[in-house]
């Protein structure tokens, strides 16, 4: 009998021991670990503060620019010009075998340079003033004439229009400013004739 209480004891002090074991490394645990939760949830909430000053100076510089392009708009004013194209002038050329007309008042200026370099057929620029053609290109309005083959490269800006295909040949009107010169490429166009 006094083995089995002995051994009861016994056993009784080893469960104590291990449930104190237990208490006490885990009072090492807990807090390391809830220390961790606490600094994570922290690093959170700094991140999160931190976007919400990224979204504020985004939002900002957003606006900034969107009041410069408002204001570029603004003072850019669409250039205008007769619907009448009897007040129109006259751009014909035999060699060409092309006719069109352009705004009264505007100026317009071969680019043999030009036509080289891009190899071109033919390439004039038409402009509002000598100033603006002096410039060189791009014209406010172009007219070009290339092989029916040739191909713009990807990296070519502004608006091309195909006013005409003859002989092997495109004949195309081109505008940078979308906005200030459609209109006036539009009219060229109506009135582009192929001389046979």
Same mark, same amino acid.
């Given at each position: 009998?006094?083995?089995?209480?002995? =051994?009861?004891?016994?056993?009784?002090?080893? /469960?104590?021991?291990?449930?104190? /074991?237990? /208490?006490?490394? @885990?009072?090492? +645990? %807990?807090?390391?670990?809830?220390?961790? &939760?606490?600094?994570?949830?922290?690093?959170?909430?700094?991140?999160?503060?931190?976007?919400?000053?990224?979204?504020?100076?985004?939002?900002?510089? #957003?606006?900034?620019? *969107?009041? #410069?392009?408002?204001?570029?708009?603004?003072?850019?004013?669409?250039?205008?010009? =007769?619907?009448?194209?009897? &007040? %129109?002038? #006259?751009?014909?050329?035999?060699?060409?075998?092309?006719?069109? *007309?352009?705004?009264?008042? %505007?100026?317009?200026?071969?680019?043999?340079?030009?036509?080289?370099?891009?190899?071109? &057929? +033919?390439?004039?620029?038409?402009?509002? @003033?000598?100033?603006?053609?002096?410039?060189? /290109?791009?014209?406010?309005?172009?007219?070009?004439?290339?092989?029916?083959?040739?191909?713009?490269?990807? +990296?070519?800006?502004g608006t091309l229009e195909i006013v005409r295909e003859e002989e092997g040949k495109k004949y195309i009107l081109k505008i940078?400013?979308?906005?200030?010169?459609?209109?006036?490429?539009?009219? &060229?166009?109506?009135?582009?004739?192929?001389?046979?």
């Amino acid at each position: 009998m006094k083995n089995y209480k002995g =051994s009861g004891l016994i056993g009784l002090l080893v /469960a104590i021991v291990i449930i104190a /074991a237990l /208490a006490y490394g @885990s009072s090492f +645990f %807990w807090p390391k670990n809830s220390e961790k &939760k606490v600094s994570n949830l922290e690093e959170k909430v700094d991140i999160l503060n931190q976007a919400k000053k990224d979204i504020e100076e985004i939002n900002k510089n #957003t606006e900034e620019k *969107k009041e #410069t392009a408002d204001e570029i708009l603004n003072n850019k004013q669409i250039v205008e010009i =007769s619907d009448d194209l009897d &007040k %129109w002038q #006259t751009l014909q050329r035999e060699n060409e075998k092309l006719l069109v *007309k352009y705004p009264n008042g %505007w100026y317009y200026d071969r680019d043999e340079e030009a036509e080289k370099k891009l190899d071109y &057929k +033919f390439y004039i620029g038409f402009g509002e @003033s000598p100033e603006v053609l002096e410039k060189g /290109a791009p014209y406010p309005v172009e007219l070009i004439i290339v092989d029916k083959s040739y191909q713009f490269p990807d +990296f070519y800006s502004g608006t091309l229009e195909i006013v005409r295909e003859e002989e092997g040949k495109k004949y195309i009107l081109k505008i940078d400013d979308e906005l200030k010169y459609r209109k006036v490429l539009n009219i &060229k166009a109506k009135s582009f004739e192929y001389i046979n």
